[in-house]
């Protein structure tokens, strides 16, 4: 499982509300993504990161930000939930080497924004 | 402006038969195409991938096809079997943006 964790699992929270969501790595990778699953639409980008406080947007990046202070953690963050932002959020990391372009996935977190 | 794109959104095959999942992209810069497989609750998996330099790559019951000229990739399963229901997903991947990009996956059902 690359040792992904994501947390939360689930999360209800209301509109206008902020939400961070957690993803940790046990591994070093230098490459963290986060994305969004939706009915439809698959799986988009949001945001990702190459190092330690380098990242850069993905498709789908307005209303969110994220931080990657250490290398083992990216944090996904809503600063004022909407509704169009319930989702299932997905963290990734690649491998480099071997099949280098693979991309590896947490569990997901389920956010519900009312 | 969808760069890859599984226009079945849906797919039922008995068990025993062959599965075959579709997969358009637009970008000719894309050099490197991946599945990906995905259960309900769960992350999705790596399934297999292909180079742009090849046109099938396989491993055991799944096989990728690439047809570049027409711009489109297949995943072949065979045979089906009941644990391969799922969603998956094509990705593509050029070097240089360090990202993949994803289709809208398709549901796959095998039925006994």
């Known amino acids: 499982d690359a040792g992904i964790t994501q947390s939360p699992r689930h999360k209800v929270t209301e509109t206008g509300t902020p939400v961070t969501l957690r993803c940790h790595q046990t591994?070093?990778?230098?490459?963290m993504y986060w994305y969004r699953q939706d009915p439809g639409h698959g799986l988009r980008l949001i945001h990702y990161?190459?190092?330690?406080?380098?990242?850069d947007k993905g498709e789908v990046s307005d209303g969110y930000s994220v931080s990657r202070s250490k290398t083992e953690d990216f944090l996904l963050t809503l600063e004022s939930a909407t509704s169009s932002q319930t989702s299932v959020y997905f963290c990734?990391?690649?491998?480099?080497?071997?099949?280098?372009?693979?991309?590896?996935f947490g569990p997901g977190t389920r956010l519900t924004v009312l | 402006d969808q760069q890859v794109k599984q226009n079945s959104p849906s797919l039922s095959v008995q068990e025993g038969r062959i599965s075959i999942l579709n997969c358009d992209y637009t970008?000719?810069?894309?050099?490197?195409f991946l599945w990906y497989k995905k259960y309900p609750a769960e992350g999705p998996t790596f399934l297999i991938s292909?180079?742009?330099?090849?046109d099938k790559n396989e491993d055991g019951r799944f096989t990728v096809f690439l047809n570049k000229s027409a711009k489109h990739l297949s995943l072949h399963i065979v045979p089906s079997q009941p644990g391969d229901s799922a969603v998956y997903f094509c990705?593509?991947?050029?070097?240089?943006?360090?990202?993949?990009?994803f289709g809208q996956g398709t549901r796959l059902t095998i039925n006994p």
């Open positions: 591994e070093n990778h230098r490459y």
């Open positions: 990161s190459y190092g330690v406080k380098d990242t």
């Open positions: 292909i180079s742009s330099i090849k």
């Open positions: 990705a593509a991947f050029f070097q240089g943006a360090q990202k993949l990009v």
């Open positions: 990734a990391i690649r491998v480099a080497g071997g099949s280098y372009n693979e991309q590896f």
């Open positions: 970008n000719s810069m894309f050099d490197y």
